[in-house]
């Protein structure tokens, strides 16, 4: 069975860290896609950053409204069939449910001079978790 699950959220300070985890089981995780996706209180889910499964290309959030990009920082390690999100510099904006999920080959990044985001919403990946809370208090 595909699963990928998410581990590590908690309760942080602003200005502090926290790393979480994607374990992905069931599917050979070097040729997949892992996305992070964010959901805040009363709002769909928003991709914050991405690995992608060819190259290891990463993509982070950011648009006029606020960036991930310089505080995040997303990587993988296949032997473990793991990605990580280190997350520095916590705003209490980043409060919400962290869901990281999987699909086939490359992210779906749009990339422009001033917004970066996942064409894809959390749904149209083939693999999802159960997300992990992560809350920033001011």
């Known amino acids: 069975q595909q699963q990928v699950v998410e581990s590590g959220g908690g309760l942080v300070q602003t200005g502090g860290s926290l790393r979480l985890s994607c374990a992905a089981s069931?599917?050979?995780?070097?040729?997949?896609?892992i996305g992070w996706f964010r959901q805040a209180p009363g709002q769909e889910p928003e991709g914050v950053s991405c690995i992608s499964g060819t190259d290891d290309s990463t993509y982070y959030r950011h648009s006029v409204k606020g960036s991930v990009k310089g505080r995040f920082t997303i990587s993988r390690d296949n032997a473990k069939a793991t990605v990580y999100l280190q997350m520095n510099s916590l705003k209490p904006e980043d409060t919400g449910v962290y869901y990281c999920a999987a699909k086939p080959d490359r992210c779906n990044y749009f990339c422009g001079t001033s917004m970066c985001y996942d064409v894809r919403t959390l749904r149209e990946y083939n693999y999802r978790g159960q997300g992990t809370q992560v809350t920033v208090s001011s």
């Open positions: 069931g599917f050979t995780i070097d040729h997949y896609a």
